[in-house]
């Protein structure tokens, strides 16, 4: 016999149906060939991004893009409908080549100040059959009225010039709103393939 | 009375029955600040976890232009301050478009000291400013290995600045750490919270 509460299985089968670690799945998407834009917005397909979690964590795996030379990003929402919360960002990348090539720099094309546009999470990323990005976002407090919302992120991908490429960006976004959504996009065509899943981290902040 | 489903109990005695897997990442402690001079976990810190991870939510210094930095004492010993071997950099970007930088910071790293580790630098003190981040500590009871840590945390530099920094090193010591203190290099911890997490 299944315990439901409140329309939510709670356990069935010997066995919990909900997570009892600290981090909470939320929301998985499996992308295939979707539209060129994922968005998570509070209050919408079940998912939760205000203050029941102080920190966020989106997992993105294997995004396998439909058009060749492309940049992965992301953007938020602070309020209204668009996803533009102004931005002051840093970016660096280290790369090793298929061949000979390699560099470890500052990635002044990545980098925003207070911009509204999108912030890439991984640039002229290759569509080739085998090739594809996996990283993590982290979110701070989103739903903080008081402070800015600071963010990292690390992506591991094929960069189309053949690379082992890691792009690390870290910025907030400058803006007491509460944030509370969030958008993952391709700078052009579809995302043919993977998976993105967003986690609460369980506690609440001051 | 016990919650038994398909033959397994599930909760009893008001809690989740130990055989029930809980999940990789504990919440074990929360600290909030409060003008505190520092915040320490002094207990809680143990062979359970092999790995301890400490987050940082807004943490807003009195005083600005600060570092944000932390220490461990060892199991039976006093004082925080073990000896450090520790490599920090940081990119940094300025809100104005200026001061896009990526550098090694040696004034920030340590060779073998027991001064408290820098793992944020200058960090604001305006209203909305703070800083944000993690610390993760490997195996904090080995007896036989140094003690590995690694932080990232993300900060309103005190220049109005966006700045990311990396933090590695060890411990130098085959004693257990069993403590970690976290302040700032001068004035309170105003506001803010750090909550440690063990992970299975």
């Known amino acids: 016999m299944a315990i439901i509460s409140n329309a939510t299985t709670i356990a069935d089968a010997g066995a919990f149906s909900v997570s009892l670690g600290d981090q909470v799945l939320i929301k998985s998407f499996v992308l295939d060939n979707v539209s060129s834009t994922i968005t998570l917005v509070h209050g919408s397909s079940g998912v939760v991004l205000d203050d029941t979690y102080p920190f966020y964590r989106f997992v993105f795996t294997s995004i396998h893009p439909g058009t060749d030379n492309i940049d992965f990003q992301v953007n938020f929402r602070d309020g209204g409908s668009a996803y533009d919360a102004p931005k002051t960002t840093s970016s660096f990348y280290a790369f090793e080549g298929e061949s000979t090539d390699s560099a470890f720099s500052y990635n002044a094309s990545f980098d925003i100040a207070q911009g509204t546009g999108v912030q890439g999470l991984a640039g002229s990323l290759g569509n080739g059959n085998d090739e594809s990005a996996s990283g993590e976002l982290l979110l701070f407090n989103p739903s903080s009225t008081t402070y800015i919302k600071h963010f990292m992120a690390k992506t591991q991908y094929y960069n189309r010039s053949n690379y082992s490429q890691i792009y690390h960006i870290g910025g907030y976004c400058n803006t007491t709103a509460a944030i509370d959504g969030v958008q993952f996009s391709a700078s052009s065509g579809n995302i043919d393939s993977g998976t993105i899943k967003m986690y609460g981290i369980k506690g609440a902040a001051n | ?200």
């Open chain 2, 1 to 200: 009375m016990g919650l038994i489903s398909n033959g397994t109990t599930l909760l009893d005695a008001g809690v989740i029955d130990s055989g029930i897997a809980q999940g990789p990442m504990q919440l074990i402690t929360t600290l909030t600040a409060s003008s505190s001079a520092t915040l320490d976990f002094t207990s809680g810190i143990s062979s359970t976890y092999e790995e301890y991870v400490f987050v940082f939510f807004n943490l807003h210094p009195a005083d600005n232009g600060v570092e944000f930095e932390f220490q461990g004492n060892a199991a039976g010993a006093s004082g925080f301050n073990e000896t450090i071997t520790s490599s920090l950099f940081k990119a940094g970007h300025g809100e104005d478009g200026s001061g896009d930088s990526l550098n090694y910071e040696a004034d920030h790293d340590q060779s073998q000291g027991t001064g408290f580790q820098d793992i944020a630098r200058y960090v604001g003190n305006g209203n909305d400013e703070s800083v944000c981040g993690t610390l993760t500590l490997y195996d904090p009871s080995s007896t036989a290995f140094v003690k590995h840590f690694i932080a990232r945390t993300q900060m309103y530099h005190a220049s109005n600045e966006a700045e990311d920094c990396f933090t590695a090193g060890y411990f130098n010591t085959t004693a257990a750490i069993d403590e970690i203190q976290f302040k700032f290099s001068a004035g309170n911890i105003d506001t803010g919270t750090i909550k440690m997490y063990g992970i299975k």
